[in-house]
């Protein structure tokens, strides 16, 4: 702890400190519940989109066959590309963090007659898949920035709690004793000034 200055002015400091991490605390208490929640929150819509993705992976394994093909997956990648990712930002608690809103497919034309008949199918799922994997990735940097100014925020409440406050609170206590002493001091050596003058009379 570093050292005080045992005066009134530094009473008067400490006294003011004081009030403005009691006052400051509540709020960054707040804050901190609030994070818990969200990202709470935010683990359970990860763990539900993760679920939702492998569902629909395993749904898929009847096209595997089809997809084994490296001419077929070629095929379908040369045929398809994201033209655009949509998302807004959302505050939440402090935080801003991306929101998916939509994805745009750029898909090349080709002939119904041409291509194999489960193109078509084949290229929905792979933009269903992609959307899942894109909105899994957004998911995750929302609870990184969450979790982020989680920790930051608890680390602050700590340093209000366990660290300003108490200590703030000790250096009142000393510092009043300190005066409470110079007060008796004064006192008794008003008393025995007093006492010497009567003396001398």
Same mark, same amino acid.
């Given at each position: 702890?570093?050292?005080?200055?045992?005066? %009134?002015? #530094?009473?008067?400091?400490?006294?003011?400190?004081?009030?403005?991490?009691?006052? !400051?605390?509540?709020?960054?208490?707040?804050?901190?519940?609030?994070?818990?929640?969200?990202?709470? %929150?935010?683990? &359970?819509?990860? #763990?539900?989109?993760?679920?939702?993705?492998?569902?629909?992976?395993?749904?898929l394994k009847s096209w595997i066959a089809v997809f084994g093909s490296a001419?077929?997956? *070629?095929?379908?990648?040369?045929?398809?590309?994201?033209?655009?990712?949509n998302t807004s930002v959302n505050n939440i608690a402090g935080v801003d963090?991306?929101?998916?809103?939509?994805?745009?497919?750029?898909?090349?034309?080709?002939?119904?007659?041409?291509? &194999?008949?489960?193109?078509?199918?084949?290229?929905?799922?792979?933009? *269903?898949?992609?959307?899942? *994997?894109?909105? #899994?990735?957004?998911?995750? =940097?929302?609870?990184?920035?969450?979790?982020?100014?989680?920790?930051?925020?608890?680390?602050?409440?700590?340093? !209000? =709690?366990?660290?300003?406050?108490?200590?703030?609170?000790?250096?009142?206590?000393?510092?009043?004793?300190?005066?409470?002493?110079?007060?008796?001091?004064?006192?008794?050596?008003? *008393?025995?000034?007093?006492?010497k003058m009567q003396g001398t009379a």
């Open positions: 702890m570093p050292k005080i200055k045992l005066t %009134k002015s #530094e009473l008067k400091s400490q006294r003011d400190s004081l009030r403005q991490f009691s006052r !400051f605390l509540p709020t960054l208490q707040l804050k901190k519940q609030q994070l818990q929640l969200e990202t709470r %929150k935010c683990q &359970d819509a990860m #763990e539900k989109l993760s679920g939702e993705k492998n569902k629909f992976i395993s749904d001419d077929s997956t *070629k095929n379908i990648t040369s045929l398809l590309s994201v033209a655009a990712i963090v991306p929101v998916f809103e939509s994805i745009e497919f750029k898909t090349v034309q080709y002939s119904l007659f041409e291509e &194999d008949p489960w193109l078509d199918d084949a290229i929905a799922a792979v933009k *269903k898949l992609v959307e899942l *994997k894109t909105r #899994e990735k957004i998911l995750n =940097e929302q609870y990184d920035r969450i979790a982020s100014e989680l920790r930051t925020t608890t680390q602050r409440v700590n340093l !209000f =709690e366990k660290v300003k406050i108490p200590e703030s609170k000790e250096n009142i206590r000393v510092i009043q004793i300190y005066l409470g002493d110079q007060d008796t001091a004064g006192v008794a050596r008003a *008393k025995i000034a007093k006492s």
